[in-house]
């Protein structure tokens, strides 16, 4: 796993035992990730090192700054090193369009977020029905997907969460077939870097829109996490916690059905409940 776990020493204390052990364990990475447009410093975010080009991709298209594979020119590794002359791999370059318009300078983030929160650009629901290229509709014609198969879609994103085993310390994210079937997953200290890097990877693989994918998280659905999905056409966003009020209201206004509480037995469907069948 490389670069993705560091080994720390830690006090292990067993009350039952009234014992303390000292032992090494593993923990998530968790590495500043500076985004450049061109030569311009953009945004700089907290992120577990990995599928960085998917990570940009991905936060570019949920700012509305790109919704076209083609408005990307190339993502490149810029030169970074470490207090021992080693190359970081914390500093991605992207080349977009001449024509592609970039952010005013006002909306650069030139502060670091943390992984706990997102970076989205657009921070009501007016400027997301504005930025997203891939709108849905309200209305559904039939079901997307039965229940009993998205209510089993945390139990295959958790087995399949290979850095979580190891350390129990990152969110996930994965697309899904309405049939179940997991098409990729991303994991990552920030659940809407998990997002970012899975919806990235597709929209780097055109497969834009998602009309026809589902969306599953391991954590709660945030107002960032409906927007992200809602930018890339994803009908379906489930999460295993709760939603916010603001995520609910999002996910009505731009067509999207939005579960909640989603854990083997049960489910909350909050919004346009027709795509459940």
């Known amino acids: 796993m490389g670069r993705l776990i560091h080994r720390v020493k830690a006090t292990r204390i067993d009350l039952a035992g009234g014992r303390r052990v000292l032992r090494e364990e593993a923990v998530a990475a968790e590495e500043p990730l500076e985004i450049r447009l061109g030569h311009e410093s953009f945004s700089v975010t907290m992120r577990t090192p990995g599928d960085d080009f998917d990570l940009v991709a991905g936060f570019l298209l949920s700012e509305g700054i790109i919704f076209s594979p083609d408005q990307l020119i190339s993502l490149r590794f810029c030169a970074g090193e470490d207090e021992n002359g080693q190359q970081t791999f914390n500093v991605v370059e992207a080349q977009l369009r001449p024509d592609v318009a970039l952010p005013l300078p006002a909306a650069h983030r030139h502060v670091t977020t943390s992984?706990?929160?997102?970076?989205c650009g657009t921070a009501s629901i007016d400027a997301v029905h504005k930025s997203s290229h891939f709108v849905m509709a309200a209305a559904v014609?039939?079901?997307?997907?039965?229940?009993?198969?998205?209510?089993?879609?945390?139990?295959?994103?958790?087995?399949q969460q290979k850095l979580f085993d190891k350390t129990g310390g990152v969110h996930a994210a994965g697309l899904f077939a309405p049939d179940g079937e997991l098409l990729s997953l991303r994991e990552d200290v920030g659940r809407h870097n998990a997002v970012d890097k899975v919806l990235g990877s597709a929209f780097r693989d055109r497969q834009l829109p998602l009309s026809k994918n589902i969306l599953q998280v391991s954590g709660r659905a945030s107002f960032e996490l409906v927007q992200k999905a809602a930018m890339a056409g994803v009908p379906v966003l489930a999460a295993v916690s709760a939603p916010s009020s603001l995520a609910v209201e999002l996910a009505r206004s731009t067509g999207?059905?939005?579960?909640?509480f989603s854990r083997g037995e049960t489910l909350n469907v909050y919004t346009h409940p027709g795509r459940v069948g």
């Open 141 to 159: 014609d039939a079901p997307l997907i039965d229940a009993v198969v998205l209510a089993g879609l945390p139990d295959t994103l958790r087995e």
């Open 256 to 260: 999207l059905t939005l579960v909640g």
């Open 115 to 119: 992984s706990a929160c997102g970076i």
